[in-house]
């Protein structure tokens, strides 16, 4: 069998395979269907510093091929993380990385600053991209300015591998995330959700509480790709690549396009296994094209 | 309760009006425990247009003919595919999902336990209502509906005690809503479980409170995962916005922030 090891900064994953912040709650809620130990890591839900109840509902709509949310990082805050949910997930035999965000550059330091503590939590995922608050989140990861200021502070105090989350609502991918490298990232991780918005035509209103939402799944994975690609020739730090992820093969050409390891996100909701069966697909893959590392195909385009 | 995702035969697909039908689905091995309340969510193949889950709550559980029940309304494609399923088939589905309703402890075989059930939403109350039997108490149902035609299930229901109907046509039973009913006058249940639209479970709740009888409604708030991690299916209730999925989709009124 092929080796599916891979390495980011510090970190090293078993495989390639890790599960996206949002979609995977905080691994437990997972246990029932699958051995967590089987993928190479696992990003629980977005931390904030202050607790937030999130949106107002509906926070929800189907699309085709996909779907777009507002949840808006409800979650109950660092200290309630460390005190009540830290010690149930500790000893997952996978590696456990908390998404972090803030609404001010201060909030994302002393989040980062907590989670140095948690021997059990290799890394984090800065969060400078979530699109449903009103401050902080994307309004960092947009320009090159604000992502340079949250990050230049985040990695003064966080002294293990951090990964930056970028925004796909930019004009250049490429240039946000050679911030994050020359701010001194380990990895980036792209991509984050599209805005988007749904409108109820009968009731002449917007879907959303929000009016607009972060559009994932199958139907984003194309510019998910297409953003790989550009910011695998644009970066010399790891790439971890996400957007519409729904089997091997999709993983498979995430890899290609230049990324060292995927997040599988909203396919859990469809197929809570599927994270597993990725693992599988791309074992198979390696075998049947004579590769004995998956790391022989990162960018490996012809 | 441990979840599980399988492959459930379809072993019939009854027509039960334009709208609706009802699939008996079976499992070759015995069924799992599941509580009245509870839902499944339902993987849809053969659409273009349905990505997410459907869930749907579960009607029956016939464990002598090994059969899980599921009323179907035909909403949207999701729902149209799978009133087209038929007998062969097969429906990948996650189950069981959720928290259920209250069951009485076992004391007091009297108590008057009213099921109000509002359109498909009478759905999850034959269970209940079979559970309860089961279990020694005499459930009383109060189904309401558009019309005669919206009405679903009756017989099913009158096999498990007494059945009480209102139409807002007036075709069967007594015309107007469920709150409306005669035998609501008195306000002598001792525990009323309700499912249907939102307004008519907020009238419900207010009648309930009216008189300070117990009451769980059960929502059906848009959800994609079902299981508690995409966080989309909240309700606003005192101990904040929680997940429908796992903390209901069965509250008790006095949980919830609604003008009641």
């Known amino acids: ?302 | 309760m441990k979840k599980q995702i399988a492959n459930w035969i379809v072993k019939d697909n009854i027509p039960l009006n334009e709208k609706h039908c009802l699939l008996k689905l079976t499992l070759e091995e015995s069924l799992p425990e599941i509580l009245p309340g509870q839902f499944v969510q339902v993987k849809v193949d053969n659409s273009e247009s349905v990505f997410l889950r459907r869930p749907i709550s579960v009607h029956q559980v016939d464990r002598k003919n090994q059969e899980l029940w599921l009323l179907i309304q035909i909403v949207g494609d999701g729902t149209f595919q799978l009133s087209h399923l038929i007998p062969g088939d097969s429906l990948n589905l996650i189950y069981p999902l959720g928290n259920g309703f209250s069951i009485p402890a076992g004391s007091d075989k009297d108590k008057k336990l009213l099921l109000i059930g509002g359109g498909v939403g009478s759905a999850p109350l034959l269970y209940l209502g079979a559970y309860l039997k089961e279990k020694g108490f005499t459930p009383t149902f109060l189904l309401g509906a558009r019309s005669e035609r919206d009405l679903l299930q009756l017989d099913e229901f009158r096999k498990l005690g007494t059945v009480h109907i209102t139409t807002e046509n007036g075709g069967l039973g007594e015309k107007g809503y469920v709150v409306n009913h005669s035998s609501l006058l008195e306000g002598d249940a001792d525990f009323i479980y309700a499912c249907g639209p939102n307004l008519m479970m907020l009238s419900v709740a207010r009648y309930a409170k009216e008189y300070a009888i117990p009451c769980e409604v059960s929502l059906e708030n848009r959800m994609a995962c079902g299981i508690g991690a995409c966080l989309c299916c909240v309700e606003k209730t005192v101990k904040g916005n929680v997940c429908v999925c796992t903390e209901g989709p069965v509250f008790n009124i006095n949980q919830l922030k609604w003008q009641i």
Request: some cysteine; overall charge negative.
């Open chain 1, 1 to 302: 069998m092929a080796d599916l090891s891979v390495h980011i900064g510090k970190l090293e994953l078993k495989n390639p395979v890790l599960t996206a912040s949002g979609t995977f709650g905080y691994g437990i809620e997972y246990v029932d269907f699958m051995d967590l130990s089987r993928i190479g890591g696992i990003f629980v839900k977005g931390t904030t510093f202050h607790p937030r109840e999130g949106n107002d509902y509906p926070r929800m709509v189907e699309t085709p091929s996909g779907m777009l949310n507002a949840v808006g990082l409800q979650n109950k805050g660092i200290d309630y993380f460390i005190s009540d949910i830290y010690p149930k997930i500790k000893d997952i035999d996978t590696n456990m990385m908390v998404n972090v965000s803030g609404s001010t550059v201060e909030d994302y330091v002393a989040c980062a600053e907590r989670m140095n503590e948690l021997d059990k939590i290799p890394a984090i995922e800065l969060n400078i991209s979530c699109p449903n608050v009103k401050q902080g989140g994307m309004a960092f990861g947009t320009n090159c300015s604000g992502a340079s200021e949250v990050i230049k502070a985040v990695r003064k105090v966080y002294h293990k591998t951090l990964i930056v989350k970028l925004s796909p609502n930019v004009t250049n991918i490429a240039e946000i995330a050679q911030t994050a490298e020359a701010e001194g990232a380990d990895a980036v991780s792209l991509i984050n959700t599209l805005l988007g918005m749904a409108i109820d035509a009968e009731r002449r209103k917007p879907v959303l509480s929000t009016i607009t939402g972060g559009l994932s799944g199958p139907c984003v994975k194309p510019v998910a790709l297409r953003m790989v690609y550009q910011t695998y020739k644009a970066v010399k730090i790891p790439i971890i690549g996400l957007g519409g992820i729904s089997n091997a093969t999709d993983a498979i050409e995430f890899i290609l396009a230049g990324a060292t390891a995927i997040q599988i996100g909203t396919y859990n909701f469809i197929d809570p296994e599927i994270s597993v069966k990725v693992v599988d697909g791309i074992h198979e893959y390696l075998d049947r094209h004579g590769f004995q590392s998956v790391q022989e195909l990162i960018g490996a385009l012809s």
